[in-house]
């Protein structure tokens, strides 16, 4: 079983990232799914999730209107399309199988996204 994210990079203040997180050995439609990132010295934040049963979507404040998570059931995937970047959004972002990552029973080692201002 393993989850793998794609689609990091470095981008400018203002461009956008697709985020992937592809599962393995797993379906990840049996799941909620969230994605989460990590910036150093800060504390990990939620940042989006989708739900199993009812494709419930949630997102975090920071990131409401920018960010479009979604599920492709054919591909056994699940996207985080990611506009107006900040350098504020900067961070290690992974997916884990819960919309509570320590709930999770599998998660990613995630993907880097750097925005420069």
């Known amino acids: 079983v393993e989850l793998v994210e794609s689609g990091g990079g470095s981008v400018q203040s203002g461009g956008s990232l697709r985020l992937s997180c592809s599962a393995s050995?797993?379906?990840?439609?049996?799941?909620?799914v969230g994605w989460f990132r990590q910036a150093p010295g800060k504390r990990r934040e939620d940042v989006s999730c989708?739900?199993?049963?009812?494709?419930?979507?949630i997102y975090a404040d920071s990131v409401k209107g920018r960010f479009t998570i979604s599920f492709d059931y054919g591909k056994n995937a699940v996207y985080l399309q990611m506009n107006n970047l900040s350098p504020e959004d900067t961070g290690v972002y992974f997916c884990?199988?819960?919309?509570?990552?320590?709930?999770?029973?599998?998660r990613g080692r995630g993907t880097q996204v750097t925005v420069s201002s």
């Open positions: 989708i739900g199993d049963s009812d494709g419930h979507l």
């Open positions: 884990a199988t819960d919309c509570t990552v320590g709930r999770a029973k599998y």
């Open positions: 050995g797993l379906e990840l439609g049996a799941y909620a």
